[in-house]
């Protein structure tokens, strides 16, 4: 870095002095993430200035409409300026500030004045003008030095993600949905090229793309290409993203088009609801999705989709619930890899916890992990420390997935436990307290890569992530009784109470609830001559007898009533006969209805046999209601038992405690 970046992002922060009384603290960063942009690309195009007005005078002496690439050699970047202006210009005449400065940005090349009007920078222009700010502004920047020989391209980067984050903070904003830390993008940038066949990286004129569907400012974009460079100075990789924030895309298109990278690849919009490259396929992704964010905003987007194309759209697999959309953001990328027989795709996304386990069997969360389990995605999931990220302290997980694993990996996935890989920061920012070193960087990836068990690293088979949810049943048992308790318990039940309801109006309705009174009225005399000590252990015994009992008065006895009767005047009671169904087997009983997760690998009977029937005996499974599940319990898999200490050593530090007490109440007494 040529520069601190923090110190010059103070120093032009220390610009909002100017806007304190005219502008809320909030509204600081739509005029200082603007300008700090105008004036970057202005400092890049300094030293082209007059051969690009030069050459744009020649080519309209000639006639020539189709300007724009000449124009661009002209500049030495993918971006030009035809305006007379520049920061120092617009000094020279501090009565028409605004209008020049509005003519020096419709002056830039198309990309670059999609960035400003990305920003909203002419309200802001119209705004500072009328505080009478505009001019002060302008000197300010102008003082600026941002000059590519002073300031490189990834301290430039350093500095537009410290002035978002203080932005964010500003306006009570979440500055990690907008960038991931640059160490945490290298590890990750590391995994993706971190792979048996690497050596391609290295060919001499190699072309590779990558891809990032949140890119935000574009963090991992600028880091993966840095790597790639200096794995191989003659490679080239192509990025592309997109983003729905506009001051993160305006920024990242800007850095893209300093970069020299095309910045039409930087697209606007949600990637789910509007996927602005539908079409493409890519070597490389990356992307750091906000946690647990719902996507309640375009649900009918995804759910049409889901629902009329299936396997052929993005979400076959499956949706999450509705709170939080990070595997929809794996399922989109993985729709985006080129097949096997183009070279296949790598792939490393950044998670909380939540994607490892949560949802059941057959949820959505366990569909989407089962098919990329499956279909042998999975590679490796590597768990990082907590507090290394901007807005949140929580522990967050790697997940590597690539259609194109070498041979050693097949049907395997290697979980990589690092939280204990990391250094304390000097100053946090934010919930950022730890960081990466590059020497944790290069353990990290050399563990990933030499693929051996080890303290830090397990190597699973892709079943060990399978389950079976058996459905575990056990016999209904009910005694009866016809008792004053039992038969007032009858007059709660639903189908009884509702035999004095009616949905009819006036005298119809008065009418046909005077006849329900009537007939439960009936209902309870015939229960009534029934009350009895007696204690029914046979379910077929007892409604034998109370259908019996309703015949000999003269009554019916309809099917829901005779339901509600049986539950007003029943108990469970372990020691009553098991209750039949129509078809003489044992009736289950919801309440005493139990679940076992059964590892994929092992037979269903077997554990059936080891695990639930020694305590059980009259237990049986369920197989119509048995579900297929996938769930990576990471922490289980490198638990470490710490044995509780001996009594007799806490006895001594009790004693020793007390003894302490005592003497400090001592000398506190006297």
């Known amino acids: 870095m040529s520069v601190n970046f923090r110190e010059m992002a103070n120093f032009i922060w220390s610009v909002a002095d100017l806007l304190r009384g005219d502008y809320k603290q909030s509204d600081y960063g739509k005029v200082i993430l603007p300008f700090t942009v105008l004036r970057r690309l202005d400092c890049v195009l300094a030293p082209t200035k007059e051969t690009v007005l030069k050459r744009l005078e020649e ?78 502004v302008v000197e300010k920047f102008a003082a600026i030095d941002l000059h590519p020989e002073r300031i490189d391209n990834m301290t430039m980067g350093y500095i537009f993600e410290e002035l978002i984050r203080r932005f964010s903070e500003q306006s009570n904003e979440t500055a990690g949905e907008h960038f991931t830390p640059r160490e945490v993008i290298k590890l990750m940038v590391y995994l ?76 606007f919009g949600n990637s789910f609801s509007n996927d602005q490259l539908k079409h493409e396929k890519f070597d490389y992704m990356l992307s750091n999705p906000p946690f647990g964010v719902e996507w309640k905003k375009v649900e009918k987007e995804i759910r049409e ?162 389950y079976r949810r058996i459905t575990v049943e056990r016999p209904l048992r009910l005694n009866f009784q016809v008792s004053d308790v039992h ?43 029934m009350r009895s000590d007696k204690v029914y252990k046979n379910r077929d015994e007892f409604v034998k007898m109370l259908k019996q009992s309703f015949k000999s008065a003269g009554q019916t006895l309809e099917a829901p009533i005779q339901k509600a009767i049986l539950s007003a005047l029943s108990e469970r009671d372990e020691t009553a006969d098991v209750c039949l169904d129509t078809k003489g087997n044992p009736e289950p009983d919801p309440e005493l209805r139990d679940y076992e997760n059964v590892p994929l690998k092992e037979d269903i009977h077997d554990y059936f046999e080891r695990e639930v029937q020694p305590f059980v005996p009259d237990a049986w499974i369920d197989d119509d209601k048995t579900k297929i599940g996938y769930e990576i319990p990471f922490t289980r898999h490198f638990y470490e038992y710490t044995p509780i200490r001996p009594l007799e050593e806490i006895e001594r530090e009790i004693k020793f405690l007390e003894d302490e007490i005592a003497i400090l109440l001592k000398h506190t007494i006297v």
């Open 59 to 136: 080519l309209r002496s000639k006639n020539i409409q189709q300007m724009g690439p000449v124009l661009q050699r002209a500049a030495g970047q993918k971006f030009y300026n035809i305006s007379r202006y520049d920061f120092a210009s617009l000094l020279a005449d501090p009565n028409n500030i605004a209008a020049n400065l509005t003519n020096y940005i419709q002056g830039f090349s198309d990309d670059a004045r999609d960035i400003m009007d990305y920003f909203s920078f002419s309200d802001q222009i119209r705004r500072l003008d009328e505080a009478n700010l505009l001019y002060q």
């Open 305 to 466: 989709e889901y629902e009329n194309l299936g396997y052929s759209g993005r979400f076959g697999a499956g949706l999450p619930r509705i709170n939080d959309g990070s595997l929809l953001f794996l399922q989109h990328m993985i729709s985006k890899m080129k097949p096997v027989s183009e070279g296949g795709s790598r792939l490393a996304i950044v998670f909380n916890g939540s994607p490892l386990f949560t949802g059941g069997a057959e949820s959505g969360e366990s569909n989407i992990r089962r098919w990329i389990i499956e279909n042998d995605l999975l590679e490796a999931i590597v768990a990082l420390s907590d507090q290394l990220f901007y807005n949140t302290g929580i522990s967050t997980y790697i997940w590597v997935v690539t259609n194109r694993k070498s041979t050693r990996r097949k049907g395997k996935i290697q979980l990589i436990n690092t939280v204990s890989f990391f250094q304390k920061m000097r100053k946090s920012l934010g919930d950022k307290r730890n960081e990466l070193s590059d020497a944790h960087i290069d353990e990290i990836t050399r563990i990933h890569g030499d693929f051996k068990e080890g303290k830090y690293s397990k190597i699973f088979d892709n079943a060990d992530f399978g």
């Open 192 to 267: 993706l090229y971190n792979d048996d066949e690497s050596a391609d990286l290295r060919k001499k004129g190699i072309i590779r793309t990558l891809y990032d569907p949140a890119c935000g400012t574009g963090g991992m974009l600028s880091v993966a290409e840095e790597v790639l460079h200096a794995l191989n100075p003659d490679a080239q990789l192509k990025v592309f993203g997109q983003e729905l924030n506009p001051e993160s895309y305006a920024i990242c298109k800007a850095d893209m088009l300093l970069k020299g990278q095309d910045a039409s690849r930087i697209k």
């Open 487 to 529: 038969i007032e318990l009858l007059k709660e039940q639903f189908a009884f109470k509702n035999l004095a309801v009616s949905r009819k109006k006036g005298e119809l309705a008065k009418a046909e609830i005077e006849a329900g009174k009537k007939r439960q009225q009936e209902i309870l005399d015939v229960l009534l001559s």
